[in-house]
């Protein structure tokens, strides 16, 4: 019983430790526990472990990002217990345009090493303001991408503008 109480206290320790050395350290619903690494203002790493009465690792992200700040990268890891190592799940590459953010997804292929070539893509469209107003989801099939069925797949109505000002104007 002291020897877990000393071992809870040692990771309490530890935890503290990594969130004073620029990580911040966030508590999550569900007894998940959220260690973020940043340079400057981007978070680069982020590690989420599981609280079972101890910390153990769940899941490993790291960012990388365009001359812009804005996310060209986001690599999924999973925690192999088995191995003792982070073996990679997934990725989105992200790419810009004026009026269009694109996320291409891909798998990581265990037996091959490597990622899938992309299988899923998202495109979502900007507004003048760089709001998303639509959303399109496609899948790759035979070398192509194919658009996922209508109902897998959703666009957001634009909702037309109201004049602010004859909003404060009663009639009577």
Same mark, same amino acid.
């Given at each position: 019983?002291?020897?877990?109480?000393?071992?809870?206290?040692?990771?309490?320790?530890?935890?503290?430790?990594?969130?004073?050395?620029?990580?911040?350290?966030?508590?999550?619903?569900?007894?998940?526990?959220?260690?973020?690494?940043?340079?400057?203002?981007?978070?680069?790493?982020?590690?989420?472990?599981?609280?079972?009465?101890?910390?153990?690792?769940?899941?490993?992200?790291?960012?990388?990002?365009?001359?812009?700040?804005?996310?060209?990268?986001?690599?999924?890891?999973?925690?192999?217990?088995?191995?003792? *190592? @982070? +073996?990679?799940?997934?990725?989105? =590459?992200?790419?810009?345009?004026?009026?269009?953010? &694109?996320?291409?997804? #891909?798998?990581?292929?265990?037996?091959?090493?490597?990622?899938?070539?992309?299988?899923?893509?998202?495109?979502?469209?900007?507004?003048?303001?760089?709001?998303?107003?639509?959303?399109?989801?496609?899948?790759?099939?035979?070398? *192509? @991408? +194919?658009?996922?069925?209508?109902? =897998?797949?959703?666009?957001?109505?634009?909702?037309? &503008?109201?004049?602010? #000002?004859?909003?404060?104007?009663?009639?009577?």
């Amino acid at each position: 019983m002291k020897t877990t109480v000393l071992f809870r206290m040692i990771v309490l320790v530890a935890m503290v430790f990594a969130g004073i050395a620029n990580a911040e350290v966030k508590a999550q619903d569900n007894n998940f526990i959220t260690n973020e690494e940043k340079v400057g203002d981007l978070v680069v790493s982020k590690v989420i472990y599981r609280l079972d009465g101890s910390l153990y690792r769940h899941m490993k992200y790291d960012f990388t990002y365009d001359d812009q700040k804005r996310m060209a990268s986001k690599e999924a890891f999973k925690w192999d217990a088995a191995s003792e *190592k @982070w +073996t990679p799940y997934f990725k989105i =590459n992200y790419t810009y345009t004026s009026n269009e953010i &694109t996320l291409v997804y #891909a798998r990581w292929n265990e037996s091959r090493r490597t990622y899938d070539a992309s299988v899923e893509k998202s495109v979502y469209e900007l507004n003048d303001a760089n709001m998303p107003i639509a959303y399109m989801n496609y899948k790759w099939n035979d070398y *192509k @991408w +194919t658009e996922e069925a209508a109902a =897998n797949w959703a666009m957001n109505v634009t909702t037309p &503008t109201v004049n602010e #000002a004859s909003l404060l104007i009663a009639d009577r």
